[in-house]
C-alpha cells in the first residue's frame, strides 16, 4: 500500500520524487482545502520541500516525511489552504497609502477638514498632501456637497494638497496645488474629464475627475527610489499578515516594476507579482519583453491595462440609460472606442495580455464587443482578456464571459460598500445583474476575486464575507444585497486562488495545494467552511507561507 502510493506520487510529480525524501515542513493538525473543487476541507496535512508542495495527505502518511530537520507548524483545526492571490491592486499605492493622511471614515466634512489639519501639521513648508481616499458618500445631504478647496486652504496653507476619492476617480485640490499645476479659469477641461468650476468665474472649486486628475497630479512630485521601495516594504508587510502571497498590480508605473525587481534581487519579496503597465504604452511594454521577457516566477510582466469609463460613485461609469439621481446623464468613456481598439489590437498582435476596467453596463459591452473584433481579427490563442471590475452587466453579456474566456476580475468587498447607495444612483432593475457573482459562475466564467487595493482594504477575509453575505457596510441588507447573487465559501476561495493564477497564467505553478506547485500556502485560525457566514469576516491569518518560507506568524 505504501509502496502503491509511493508510486503514484512519482507518477503524478515525477521531478520531485517525494519517495524517501525529507519535507522541510509539515503543517499538521488542520482542515486542509486544496483549492481543486469547491468542496469543503478535510483533515489532513501539507509537507513542504525546496519551497514547494511535496505531498497532501492525511497526517500518517505526511508523517512519513518528517526528518530530524523538519519544522512542524500545528495549524490547531484551523484551515490550511493556498495562499490568497489578489488579482486586481494598486499594491505599491497601498503602501503609500499605509503612511498617509487616512480620510476613508471620516464622517462629516468638519472631520475631513480636521484630519488634513492634523496631517499638515507633521509636515514641512512645500511637502504634498496625497492619498487620503476620502468618501463624501458618508456625509449628510442629498446629494452629499462635494468637497472644495476653500475648505481646506486655511489649514493647509504650506503644503499643496491633492487628496483622492476613494475610488480614484476624482480628487480634490487645494489653492496652494492649483496654483503649483497653473491651473486657472482659463485651463481647457481635458477630454474623458471634468473640472468642477465656480459658474460665475469658471475658477476651478478643487475637484478633478478622470483625465482631469492629470493636470494637478503631474504637479506632484515623483517618490524617490528609497521611498518607492518603503511603500512596497510597507504593502509586503501588510499582504503577508492578510495571507496575501500573490497580487496583479494594475495600471502599474515602470517605476513600480524597478521597486518590484529591487526588492527581489535584495532578497525581501514575500509575494509574486503581476504588473500591468498602461495599455497605451503597449509598445514599450512589448519591446521590454522582447528585449528581457517577462520575468520570473516572483515578478513578470502580465500584460497591460487600460480603461474603457470611471466609477458608478463619482457618477463617470458608462451605462446605456441614465444615471436614476442624475437627470440625462450616463456617464463618460475615458478614450474613444477607436483608441481602445487601436490599442487593444496592437498588444494582442504583440502577444501581451489585456486587461481593461469597464464598470457601466455599456462600458462592459463595449470592450466585450472589441475583444471579440480583436480575437477573430488574430485568430484562436490563449489569450485570456480580462475585464476589470465588470461590475454592471446587462443579462445578455454575463453568459459571454464563459464562452469566450474572459475573466472577470471583480471586488466583492466594493459590492458590499457600493451595495449602500447604488440602489438610488441605478435603479430596481439594474442592481440585480450588478456584482453578478453567482450568474457569472452558473454561466461558467473564469472569475478571479480582488480587492482593488488601495480603493478597498486588501484583507482578502473581507472579500470572502461580502462575496457569501453581501451584507452591505450600513447593515440595511442582513439577509444580502441582491442575495440572488450570493456564492459559496468555497465559490469565492476558488475565485481568490485558481482563478487568479489563471487569470496570470500561472495555474501550473500556484494557486492549488498540489505536488510540484510553489508552496504558497496560509494557515487560519478557523476553517471557513465551519464558521457562520456572519463572523467570516472575523477570521485571523495565523500564518503565510511563501515558497517554503514562513513570512508571517500571528503566535
Ligand atoms: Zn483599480
Redesign the pocket.
Known amino acids: 500500500m505504501r509502496r502503491a502510493r509511493c508510486a503514484v506520487i512519482a507518477i503524478v510529480a515525477p521531478l520531485i520524487l517525494a519517495c524517501g525524501r525529507r519535507a522541510d515542513l509539515v503543517i499538521t493538525g488542520g482542515m486542509v482545502w486544496t483549492g481543486l473543487s469547491t468542496g469543503r476541507a478535510q483533515p489532513g496535512a501539507v509537507a513542504v520541500a525546496n519551497g514547494r508542495i511535496l505531498a497532501v495527505g492525511d497526517s500518517a502518511e505526511i508523517a512519513r516525511f518528517v526528518g530530524p530537520r523538519t519544522a512542524i507548524l500545528r495549524a490547531a483545526g484551523g484551515l490550511v489552504m493556498p495562499g490568497f492571490a489578489d488579482g486586481?491592486?494598486?499594491f505599491i499605492d497601498g503602501g503609500f497609502q499605509l503612511a498617509a493622511v487616512n480620510l476613508r471614515d471620516a464622517a462629516t466634512p468638519a472631520e475631513f477638514i480636521r484630519r488634513l489639519k492634523e496631517h499638515a501639521g507633521g509636515l514641512k513648508p512645500g511637502e504634498w498632501i496625497t492619498g487620503g481616499d476620502w468618501d463624501h458618500e458618508l456625509w449628510r445631504g442629498t446629494p452629499p456637497p462635494l468637497p472644495r478647496r476653500d475648505w481646506i486652504d486655511s489649514v493647509t496653507p504650506h503644503n499643496p494638497v491633492f487628496v483622492n476619492r476613494l475610488d480614484?476617480h476624482m480628487a480634490l485640490a487645494n489653492t496652494a496645488a492649483i496654483r503649483a499645476a497653473g491651473v486657472t479659469a482659463g485651463t481647457v477641461t481635458p477630454s474623458g474629464g471634468e473640472i468642477v468650476r465656480d459658474p460665475a468665474t469658471g475658477e476651478p472649486l478643487g475637484i478633478f475627475k478622470d483625465q482631469a486628475m492629470a493636470l494637478i497630479g503631474r504637479a506632484a512630485p515623483e517618490p524617490s527610489p528609497e521611498q518607492r521601495d518603503s511603500a512596497l516594504a510597507r504593502a509586503l508587510a501588510h499582504a503577508a499578515s492578510l495571507g496575501v502571497t500573490a497580487t496583479a498590480h494594475?495600471?502599474a508605473s515602470w517605476a513600480d516594476l524597478a521597486a518590484y525587481q529591487r526588492l527581489k534581487q535584495a532578497g525581501r519579496l514575500t509575494l509574486r507579482v503581476a504588473v500591468y503597465l498602461p495599455l497605451d504604452q503597449w509598445r514599450a511594454v512589448a519591446e521590454s519583453v522582447a528585449r528581457t521577457g517577462q520575468g520570473d516566477d516572483w515578478v513578470r510582466i502580465g500584460g497591460v491595462k487600460g480603461y474603457v469609463d470611471g466609477s458608478a460613485g463619482s457618477r463617470t461609469a458608462l451605462f446605456f440609460e441614465p444615471f436614476s439621481d442624475s437627470a440625462g446623464y450616463a456617464g463618460l468613456m475615458q478614450h474613444s472606442d477607436a483608441e481602445l481598439r487601436a490599442w487593444i489590437g496592437g498588444a494582442d498582435s504583440a502577444g501581451l495580455q489585456v486587461a481593461v476596467?469597464a464598470i457601466g453596463d455599456r462600458a462592459n459591452a463595449l470592450l466585450l464587443a472589441i475583444f471579440d473584433s480583436v480575437a477573430r481579427a488574430h485568430g484562436a490563442r490563449d489569450r485570456r482578456f480580462r475585464v476589470?471590475?465588470a461590475q454592471h452587466l446587462r443579462t445578455r453579456e454575463i453568459p459571454r464571459f464563459g464562452a469566450r474566456r474572459v475573466v472577470p476580475s471583480m471586488?466583492p468587498y466594493h459590492a458590499i460598500d457600493d451595495g449602500r447607495w447604488l440602489a438610488k444612483r441605478i435603479g430596481p432593475v439594474r442592481i440585480r445583474t450588478t456584482y453578478a457573482f453567482r450568474w457569472l459562475i452558473a454561466s461558467d466564467a473564469p472569475l478571479a476575486f480582488g480587492s482593488?487595493w488601495s480603493?478597498a482594504p486588501l484583507d482578502p477575509l473581507l472579500g470572502v464575507y461580502a462575496a457569501v453575505t453581501r451584507r452591505t457596510l450600513d447593515g440595511r441588507h442582513p439577509g444580502g444585497w441582491v442575495p440572488d447573487q450570493k456564492i459559496s465559501v468555497g465559490e469565492v476561495l476558488r475565485a481568490y486562488t485558481y482563478g487568479n493564477a489563471w487569470a496570470t497564467f500561472m495555474e501550473q505553478k500556484w494557486g492549488a495545494l498540489v505536488a510540484g506547485r510553489y508552496a504558497d500556502v496560509v494557515v487560519l485560525d478557523r476553517d471557513l467552511f465551519a464558521v457562520p457566514p456572519e463572523s467570516l469576516g472575523g477570521v485571523k491569518v495565523r500564518y503565510t507561507i511563501v515558497g517554503g518560507n514562513v513570512v508571517y506568524k500571528n503566535p
Open positions: 486586481h491592486t494598486h480614484g494594475m495600471s476596467h476589470e471590475h471586488q482593488d480603493v
